[in-house]
C-alpha cells in the first residue's frame, strides 16, 4: 500500500484540540475492520509456539515517530536490540487445547483468565488488567467480528473451525515503566506468536503495523519506534516520510561500538527502582503536537536533525563523540518535558557524571532504567562502585547486563 500524502492541516484539522485525538486514533485503526481473516489449523495438539523478543533502547530521535508529529513531519529514530542477562527478556508461548476456550497466563504476574464468550475478549480497555494486550491482538487477529468480515456468531465456534481452544503465556523478565519498549515488544511478541498459530504468516512489518494498531486500542498511545527497535535486530535508523500511513523504515548501523571487545564493556544498564507511567508523559506532548506548540515543534525538529550526528558518530565509530550526543539527546528530551526526569534521577546522574560519557532514560524518562556509556574500563568500575554503595540497596535498583541482539524477534515452533 503507497503512502498517503496528505498536507498538515487536513492531517490535524483547523481546530484540532484534545477531544479530537480519537482521530488519529480511528485513521490508525481503521483498516482492520475490513479485513477477512481465515485460521488454519498450523500445529498439532502437542506443539508449542514460542516467540521471544529482545527490547530496545532508544539513542536518538526519540519522539518523533510518534503520531501526529510523524504525520506531518515524518520521524527519524536510531535505537538499538539489546537482551537483558543473557536473554530474551520477552516470550510468549501459545498451544492448542482440547477445550473450545482461551485461556490467558502471566508467569511474571502470577495471573491467568479464562475466556469463554466474545465479551470477555474484547474487555481489552478495561483499566488494569493485566491481559489487555493478548486480548486486544487476539481481537485483531480476527478473532473478534469487529475486525474480521469473516463472520461467526460466538467465540466457541470460531474455535470450532479451528480446531482447538488457545492457551496464551506470557513471560516478561522487565519490571513494568522500564523504557525499554517493553509493552509494544511484548505485543509484537504475542502477534509474531498467533501469527504462526494461526497460519497467518505474517512479516515483521505487518507485524509492527498491527502492534500500533493494539497500542491506540487500548490508548495508551505511542509511535512505532518501540516495536521496530526491538523486532528488528542490531543498530539501526529507522524512518518514515510524512503521511497518514506510515511506513518506517529500517537502515543497519554498523555495530562496531557495541561489540568491540574493549568498547562493548563501556555501555552499562542500570535499573533506577523508579517506576513511572509514560502515557501521562505522552499525551501531554501529543497534546501540544496537536496544539501546534511552536517551541515544542522546534525541539522535535532539532531532535531530529541531532540524529544524523548520533549516525555519524556510530558510523565512524567514534565512542566518546558518539557518549557526548547521548548525554545531548537526555538534555533535549528534557527540554521537551521536564517531567522525563525527577530529582532523584538527577542527583543519580550527578553522582556518575564524572565517569560517563554519556547517559539518557531509554523511552519517555521519568524512571526505568539508565543507559551508561563510560569512559574507560576505570569508569567501568567506578561507577558500579558508585551504584553499589549509594543506590543498589534502595528500590529493587540494579545493574543488569545488556547486550546487542542482532536476532530480533524470533518465532519457532516445538
Not at 108 to 129: C, H, N, P, R, W
Not at 147 to 155: E, G, T, Y
Not at 193 to 204: I, K, R, V
Not at 349 to 373: E, H, Q
Amino acid at each position: 500500500m503507497k503512502n498517503k500524502k496528505v498536507p498538515r492541516k487536513e492531517i490535524l484539522g483547523t481546530n484540532l484540540n484534545l477531544k479530537r485525538s480519537g482521530d488519529i486514533r480511528s485513521q490508525i485503526v481503521a483498516p482492520y475492520f475490513k479485513q477477512t481473516l481465515y485460521p488454519s489449523r498450523k500445529v498439532f495438539m502437542d506443539q508449542i509456539v514460542w516467540s521471544r523478543s529482545p527490547v530496545r533502547i532508544d539513542l536518538a530521535g526519540g519522539w518523533t515517530d510518534t503520531p501526529p508529529y510523524s504525520m506531518t513531519d515524518g520521524g527519524r529514530v536510531i535505537n538499538m536490540a539489546i537482551n537483558v542477562n543473557g536473554q530474551e527478556p520477552l516470550q510468549v508461548f501459545v498451544k492448542p487445547t482440547p477445550e473450545l476456550h482461551i485461556i490467558l497466563r502471566s508467569i511474571d504476574a502470577g495471573l491467568d483468565e479464562k475466556i469463554t464468550t466474545l465479551d470477555m475478549l474484547e474487555e481489552f480497555d478495561k483499566v488494569g488488567s493485566p491481559f489487555s494486550i493478548p486480548k486486544a491482538a487476539l481481537c485483531l487477529c480476527g478473532l473478534s467480528p469487529k475486525f474480521n468480515s469473516h463472520i461467526f456468531k460466538s467465540l466457541e465456534e470460531y474455535l470450532k473451525q479451528l480446531g482447538y481452544g488457545i492457551e496464551l503465556t506470557m513471560l516478561s523478565c522487565i519490571p513494568a515503566g522500564s523504557g525499554l519498549g517493553t509493552s509494544s515488544l511484548l505485543c509484537s511478541a504475542c502477534l509474531g506468536a498467533l501469527s504462526n498459530f494461526l497460519g497467518f504468516e505474517w512479516s515483521l512489518e505487518e507485524i509492527a503495523q498491527r502492534t500500533l494498531a493494539v497500542e491506540q486500542l487500548l490508548t495508551t498511545g505511542g509511535g512505532w519506534q518501540d516495536q521496530f527497535g526491538g523486532m528488528y535486530g542490531g543498530i539501526k535508523v529507522i524512518e518514515s516520510e510524512a503521511s497518514i500511513l506510515q511506513q518506517p523504515y529500517a537502515t543497519t548501523l554498523p555495530n562496531t561500538l557495541f561489540t568491540d571487545p574493549l568498547y562493548g564493556s563501556y555501555h552499562m544498564l542500570y535499573y533506577t527502582g523508579i517506576t513511572r507511567t509514560a502515557k501521562n508523559i505522552l499525551v501531554e506532548i501529543v497534546n501540544r503536537v496537536i496544539d501546534q506548540d511552536i517551541q515544542t515543534l522546534d525541539i522535535l525538529r532539532e531532535i531530529k536533525t541531532h540524529s544524523y550526528a548520533v549516525e555519524h558518530a556510530i558510523k565512524k565509530g567514534d565512542i566518546t563523540t558518539y557518549g557526548s550526543l547521548l548525554k545531548e539527546a537526555w538534555e533535549l528530551n528534557k527540554r521537551l518535558d521536564s517531567g522525563v526526569s525527577t530529582p532523584e534521577i538527577e542527583y543519580l546522574i550527578s553522582a556518575i557524571d564524572d565517569w560517563a560519557l554519556g547517559y539518557k532514560l531509554p523511552g519517555a524518562g521519568g524512571g526505568g532504567y539508565l543507559y551508561i556509556v563510560a569512559k574507560d574500563l576505570t569508569a567501568v568500575n567506578m561507577i558500579k562502585e558508585t551504584l553499589e554503595n549509594d543506590f543498589i540497596k534502595k528500590k529493587n535498583a540494579r545493574l543488569s547486563e545488556m547486550s546487542l541482539s542482532l536476532k530480533g524477534l524470533q518465532v519457532t515452533s516445538s
